[in-house]
């Protein structure tokens, strides 16, 4: 009699105990990015968007990512202040008579499915197609766009890069013209999160327009002889020879971009407290410090002895404090090896060294890159971080990863749950 009574007892307590950590469970945070320039088209039917939400979240995703301003400018919600997309200028045109931001939104709250907005933060033109704001009104523009150190010398970005234009973050009228967008974007729409995307230089040779020297020159507190020679010059072959102020100009271009991604939180907290902010930025931190980006903590990350173009200073540009997330683009095509530097469990680890707790870490996976082992990729990156984004959907289509994902997502849980 006894022993049934404790088996009875223990059978319980197990249930009990199961069951307590089945409640106690809690998802981490899947998201599956809509790119607007590649789904387009794709996206122009409501049915199409309503039976893509439907298969994300069957595949386990519990938020997306809508991205609504991309590398032409124009905007993919109601605005007042930039012209709504209709064409890429590749010869297909929409013109909506419908919200696509707050239908994405509608919808996926009917699937209990979390939205994050992306914008394109420092794009203004598409120079392919020559499309965007920046060819549509020359005269408010022009002034704004960076200019090219190029090894003819100064031109401006519209003159020498095949594909986007994109503004100078040093410009006061640059900041207040982001900062009205995503006041309007915040105000207007009930989201979950924001994603920053392109806040950052399109490359180490722009921008360097008298507007950048001067704010330079007041950076270091004394005026430039050789501008931009003082900077560095060019070598036959293209390659940079570093000059006077080398590593005092990363650590400026770092300083702007940091500064303004610190007045877009203030902005987005001062409206929506509870909305995040989040980044997506290259995992490979040691070569992204030409676009002016470092995503590690001051606390966790100092380059200066291991890199020669970093100054002693430069630690403290440092952005992860300013994030709720940063989405890190670890897009490679291997997947283990903490010994690996080319492998997604790298730069996870490394990720986590750099910014400690600042931020949450998300790990995020390039479709194209993972077409043999998405399953693994998108297991690693939600049993080592803090959570998973995938990029994109077109990609996700047009090589049938569901089924991949989904087994990665289960393969994954099941882990977590035992974890717990």
Known sequence: MRYILFSIVALFLTTACAEKKEETFVEKPK????????????????????????????????????????????????????????????????????????????????????????????????????????????????????????????????????????????????????????????????????????????????????????????????????????????????????????????????TNITSLITDIRATIKSIKPDVQLSLWAASWIHSIYQNGQNWTSPDHYDPYSAFHWASPTYKYTGYAPQLDVFLLGSYLDDVFGLDNPESIEYAIARAYNLIGDDCLIYGTVYGENNITNMEDAVYVCLTQSAGLMVFDIVQVIRYNLWDDIKRGIDRAEVELKKSK
Not at 229 to 250: A, C, L, M
Request: aromatic share 16%; with cysteine.
């Open 31 to 254: 998201q599956l990015w809509l790119d607007a320039k590649a789904n387009f088209e794709r996206f122009t039917s409501q049915d199409t968007i309503r039976y893509y939400l439907d298969l994300a979240k069957q595949t386990g995703f519990n938020e997306v990512v809508v991205d609504v301003r991309q590398l032409q400018g124009d905007v993919l919600y109601r605005s007042e202040i930039l012209k709504p997309l209709t064409t890429f200028g590749d010869g297909f045109v929409y013109e909506r008579d419908w919200d696509y931001l707050q239908f994405f939104i509608d919808e996926a709250r009917k699937r209990d499915m979390k939205i994050t907005v992306s914008a394109g933060i420092l794009p203004i033109g598409f120079a392919l197609t020559q499309s965007g704001p920046a060819y549509d009104d020359p005269e408010r523009w022009d002034d704004k766009i960076c200019i090219a150190y190029t090894t003819e010398g100064l031109k401006s970005m519209k003159e020498v890069e095949p594909h986007h234009v994109f503004l100078n973050p040093v410009l006061s009228s640059v900041r207040s013209f982001v900062l009205d967008y995503i006041t309007e974007i915040v105000t207007n729409y009930d989201f979950d999160s924001f994603a920053l995307d392109y806040c950052r230089y399109y490359g180490p040779r722009y921008d360097f327009s008298d507007s950048s020297r001067v704010a330079f020159e007041r950076f270091i507190g004394e005026k430039v002889e050789r501008f931009p020679e003082d900077i560095f010059t060019y070598n036959v072959d293209g390659s940079r020879v570093p000059g006077k102020h080398y590593q005092q100009w990363w650590e400026f271009r770092s």
